[in-house]
């Protein structure tokens, strides 16, 4: 947001409101200076309008406090006779400009506390509701309601890949919690409801980006940590074609595998930080070649051991515990991983940093890291406050969380290294980030293909699988009743 954006917000957002609600305070001859405090001119609404005191608590309870922030503002207007619905709902909605124009308007005047019976009975007529317009309210307040459950408690979502896969598996439908990192306030608030980014069937935008908010999270219960199922914004859908403000990147769900300031690798597909082994997830697999005595392995064979094909009957994708099991049938002569081995380079540059070089990277050639996917790193974590020395190794490493994530201008003249037009050869990071892995090593795009996950994209942790649909089974056997319920490890 650039400073003009910045001036038309703070003037259409604040002060356009606070000045009509100056007027609407001293026509209930109350100081008018009241109304530039936060949460207290709420205090005196809520006194103007004789709700009890008690109500001003709920104000202090995150998700609650927005619905109970719109029934104070509800109940004040109606005690200047403002009781149709399209009038609170422009009291709310348009406030820059209803809020002065009814301060300034003589004929608008305080008529008493909208709460109180004595009201209520002068009123009736007035206030009596059709029932069209009850409907319409309970509409409004359940996806009110629903949309407040959304944003600041739990989220429903769904496994979309085997990314995860054999902990998560295709067709698990989860329950998120925002309560535990702490809900991430909407950054892109002016949203049509429960679309994430883009409207069902015509397929256009779901939000408008002309208003963006600062990144804000609520205090949590705990930080990320290694080894949780977290849901966060897709980094990438930063980039062009999309361009999407970071709450409306596309959700994904990995295993987190670093934590800000460690220093992580890969050696022969098992994950090192800190320089000890990180404990492997219950679920993980990858693939296996193996060759047999003539005989083909028996498919129910490949069901009961979860071994996935995927075209390739002598290339499949299993857990550690399932080779082992196949390496002691008879018709098994040899069988091992497939990987990457150490020093050697994806051949097609498809790893981090090769693989989404972007701003001053593109057009130049990045050091050969000698990184695959089996064999990645070591590579330290940014951490919020650290500081990294930038030269030719480090640079590509970390100009994206410089440039694209912390919103920095990032040029390169000749071998000068320049942020916001000065010359460094320092970086001193803003955020926290993390790496994230899918358990499904050979079939997960992951951090070891674009980087860092920064904090403000962290939108939650997976608790458990409430549904979990078969899409290949039977009729009958759809529902996965074995997994309902089930905790996420």
């Given at each position: 947001?650039?400073?003009?954006?910045?001036?038309?917000?703070?003037?259409?957002?604040?002060?356009?409101?606070?000045?009509?609600?100056?007027?609407?305070?001293?026509?209930?001859?109350?100081?008018?200076?009241?109304?530039?405090?936060?949460?207290?001119?709420?205090?005196?609404?809520?006194?103007?309008?004789?709700?009890?005191?008690?109500?001003?608590?709920?104000?202090?309870?995150?998700?609650?406090?927005?619905?109970?922030?719109?029934?104070?503002?509800?109940?004040?207007?109606?005690?200047?006779?403002?009781?149709?619905?399209?009038?609170?709902?422009?009291?709310?909605?348009?406030?820059?400009?209803?809020?002065?124009?009814?301060?300034?308007?003589?004929?608008?005047?305080?008529?008493?506390?909208?709460?109180?019976?004595?009201?209520?009975?002068?009123?009736?007529?007035?206030?009596?509701?059709?029932?069209?317009?009850?409907?319409?309210?309970?509409?409004?307040?359940?996806?009110?309601?629903?949309?407040?459950?959304?944003?600041?408690?739990?989220?429903?979502?769904?496994?979309?890949?085997?990314?995860?896969?054999?902990?998560?598996?295709?067709?698990?439908?989860?329950?998120?919690?925002?309560?535990?990192?702490?809900?991430?306030?909407?950054?892109?608030?002016?949203?049509?409801?429960?679309?994430?980014?883009?409207?069902p069937l015509i397929n256009t935008k779901a939000y408008w980006d002309g208003l963006e908010l600062p990144y804000y999270r609520l205090p949590g219960l705990s930080d990320v940590k290694k080894g949780d199922v977290v849901v966060f914004n897709y980094p990438?859908?930063?980039?062009?074609?999309?361009?999407?403000?970071?709450?409306?990147?596309?959700?994904?769900?990995?295993?987190?595998?670093?934590?800000?300031?460690?220093?992580?690798?890969?050696?022969?597909?098992?994950?090192?930080?800190?320089?000890?082994?990180?404990?492997?997830?219950?679920?993980?697999?990858?693939?296996?070649?193996?060759?047999?005595?003539?005989?083909?392995?028996?498919?129910?064979?490949?069901?009961?051991?979860?071994?996935?094909?995927?075209?390739?009957?002598?290339?499949?994708?299993?857990?550690?515990?399932?080779?082992?099991?196949?390496?002691?049938?008879?018709?098994?002569?040899?069988?091992?991983?497939?990987?990457?081995?150490?020093?050697?380079?994806?051949?097609?540059?498809?790893?981090?940093?090769?693989?989404?070089?972007?701003?001053?990277?593109?057009?130049?050639?990045?050091?050969?890291?000698?990184?695959?996917?089996?064999?990645?790193?070591?590579?330290?974590?940014?951490?919020?406050?650290?500081?990294?020395?930038?030269?030719?190794?480090?640079?590509?490493?970390?100009?994206?969380?410089?440039?694209?994530?912390?919103?920095?201008?990032?040029?390169?003249?000749?071998?000068?290294?320049?942020?916001?037009?000065?010359?460094?050869?320092?970086?001193?990071?803003?955020?926290?980030?993390?790496?994230?892995?899918?358990?499904?090593?050979?079939?997960?795009?992951?951090?070891?293909?674009?980087?860092?996950?920064?904090?403000?994209?962290?939108?939650?942790?997976?608790?458990?699988?409430?549904?979990?649909?078969?899409?290949?089974?039977?009729?009958?056997?759809?529902?996965?009743?074995?997994?309902?319920?089930?905790?996420?490890?």
């Open positions: 947001m650039n400073i003009v954006e910045f001036v038309i917000a703070l003037i259409i957002l604040i002060i356009l409101p606070c000045i009509g609600l100056w007027k609407l305070f001293e026509k209930a001859s109350q100081p008018g200076w009241k109304s530039l405090i936060p949460l207290y001119n709420l205090y005196v609404m809520l006194r103007l309008s004789g709700r009890p005191n008690w109500w001003a608590i709920l104000l202090l309870l995150p998700g609650i406090n927005f619905l109970v922030a719109i029934g104070i503002n509800i109940d004040f207007i109606k005690s200047y006779g403002k009781f149709s619905l399209r009038e609170q709902a422009a009291f709310i909605l348009l406030s820059f400009i209803y809020i002065p124009k009814w301060g300034f308007d003589k004929e608008t005047k305080y008529l008493g506390p909208s709460a109180s019976l004595d009201f209520k009975e002068k009123y009736k007529k007035s206030l009596k509701k059709s029932s069209s317009r009850e409907w319409t309210e309970a509409i409004i307040f359940a996806v009110l309601a629903a949309t407040l459950i959304r944003t600041f408690f739990i989220e429903a979502y769904t496994i979309p890949t085997p990314s995860m896969e054999r902990s998560l598996l295709v067709g698990d439908f989860l329950f998120v919690s925002k309560v535990n990192y702490g809900a991430r306030l909407p950054e892109t608030p002016i949203a049509f409801p429960f679309a994430h980014h883009t409207m990438m859908d930063a980039d062009s074609p999309l361009n999407r403000p970071v709450d409306k990147r596309e959700n994904y769900i990995k295993r987190c595998q670093g934590a800000p300031g460690d220093t992580l690798s890969v050696v022969d597909a098992q994950v090192y930080v800190n320089g000890k082994a990180a404990p492997n997830p219950p679920g993980e697999q990858i693939d296996y070649s193996y060759t047999t005595t003539g005989m083909e392995l028996n498919p129910q064979i490949k069901e009961d051991l979860k071994i996935s094909d995927y075209g390739n009957v002598n290339y499949s994708t299993m857990t550690k515990e399932s080779a082992n099991t196949l390496k002691g049938y008879s018709n098994i002569k040899s069988i091992s991983p497939n990987i990457s081995p150490k020093g050697v380079s994806d051949p097609n540059n498809a790893v981090f940093p090769n693989k989404y070089p972007i701003g001053v990277l593109q057009d130049r050639k990045l050091p050969d890291y000698k990184w695959n996917v089996d064999n990645f790193g070591p590579i330290i974590i940014p951490k919020k406050g650290w500081t990294v020395k930038l030269d030719g190794m480090t640079f590509p490493l970390y100009e994206r969380c410089i440039e694209v994530y912390e919103n920095n201008k990032v040029e390169i003249s000749g071998n000068d290294i320049l942020i916001n037009g000065k010359k460094t050869d320092t970086y001193t990071f803003k955020m926290n980030y993390y790496w994230m892995m899918g358990d499904n090593r050979h079939d997960s795009e992951d951090s070891r293909f674009w980087g860092f996950v920064p904090e403000d994209h962290i939108v939650g942790k997976a608790l458990f699988i409430w549904m979990s649909m078969d899409e290949n089974g039977s009729f009958l056997n759809k529902i996965r009743w074995s997994r309902l319920f089930r905790g996420v490890n």
